[in-house]
């Protein structure tokens, strides 16, 4: 059975919070694209924005601790959804808001498998011989 790196203590609990936070982030981008139907559709979208801050709120506790940078954006995301202005326009940077903390959590990710890899013991006595 292949498996991923081995990584150290820190590095696992913070591809572990990735993971979860990957799992909260798919919630809120379906939340979000049901405000875009309802925007399609001439409905408004103010329940949507509500589910979405009850969804994403403890994504921004989750990162906030190791990732406060990612945890920004969706403080800011979050913010910009609940201003002033067209529910289109609201709804068009509520979607860059998840797919720019999409490819921000995928990049953390490869930088935690590179900076935290340790390599197995078994292994390199191994390939020594």
Known sequence: MATGPKLDGAGNVKLVTI??????LQRCHGIVEGMALDVKNSRPIAGGVQQLKRAAT???G??????GMIADVV???LLAA???????QKVRG????????????EIAEAKVL????????????SSAD
């Open 19 to 24: 993971h979860e936070a990957q799992a909260i």
């Open 58 to 60: 403890p994504l921004i």
């Open 62 to 67: 989750k990162l906030k601790g190791q990732f």
């Open 75 to 77: 403080t800011a995301m």
């Open 82 to 88: 609940t201003r002033g202005g067209g529910d289109a």
């Open 94 to 105: 509520m979607r860059e808001g998840i797919a720019s903390v999409r490819t921000q959590l």
């Open 114 to 125: 590179e900076k935290h890899s340790v390599e197995d013991k078994k292994h390199a006595e």
